[in-house]
């Protein structure tokens, strides 16, 4: 099922690798960024696994809605990892060790063509809270799409009238082009999101 609401327009995508390893340590780095960074609120935020020769580990990507604010938080990036060793792309301009610069443009480029990357912070992400409907998730957030793990691909999706828990933790994909929240059936003939959280929702002091 997809959404009326519609993620795309003009997005400038920062790459960046500080070294995480896991998907809970990447989600951290994205709300501590989003912070410090102080990154408006059409931001959407997303962690890519990155397996070369040389860097094995999550980076993390941020769509910002226009170049100045990109350009912007490129520039207040040092400052805000100061002490650890960051790698950041931006178009042409990059900055940081080699390796990590090119991880973080793997996770650019990756973001920048919507084919891959788990969104973390993305608009009404705030309104996925308990148990809400399909519907609410399609009208509420960026998320364009929604199906259920095992359906065929192509289909019209869950009834928007089914019930989701969300169990505050929500972590759409980009897939096609569309970001994309899988879910899985649960307890009581309800719905929740395929990812569990591991073992309570990430960042939790961040909400």
Do not use: K
């Amino acid at each position: 099922m997809s959404a009326p609401h519609d993620a795309s327009g003009v997005h400038s995508v920062l790459g960046v690798d500080a070294g995480t390893a896991t998907l809970r340590e990447a989600d951290h780095l994205i709300h501590d960024l989003v912070e410090r960074l102080d990154l408006p609120g059409g931001t959407i935020a997303c962690t890519h696994l990155i397996r070369t020769a040389e860097r094995r580990g999550t980076a993390v990507s941020f769509a910002l809605p226009g170049v100045a604010v990109a350009e912007s938080a490129f520039a207040l990036l040092p400052g805000a990892t100061e002490g650890v060793d960051v790698g950041a792309a931006l178009g042409e301009r990059a900055y940081g060790p080699a390796v990590a610069v090119r991880a973080a443009a793997l996770a650019a480029a990756e973001h920048t063509a919507r084919q891959g990357g788990r969104a973390v912070v993305f608009p009404g992400a705030d309104r996925l809270t308990g148990t809400v409907t399909v519907a609410d998730v399609l009208a509420l957030t960026s998320v364009e799409r929604v199906t259920v793990l095992g359906t065929p691909a192509g289909g019209q999706g869950p009834d928007p009238v089914f019930p989701v828990q969300t169990r505050d933790h929500v972590r759409p994909e980009w897939r096609e082009g569309a970001l994309t929240l899988v879910l899985v059936p649960a307890a009581g003939g309800t719905l929740a999101p395929f990812e569990v959280p591991n073992p309570t929702p990430c960042c939790a002091v961040h909400s």
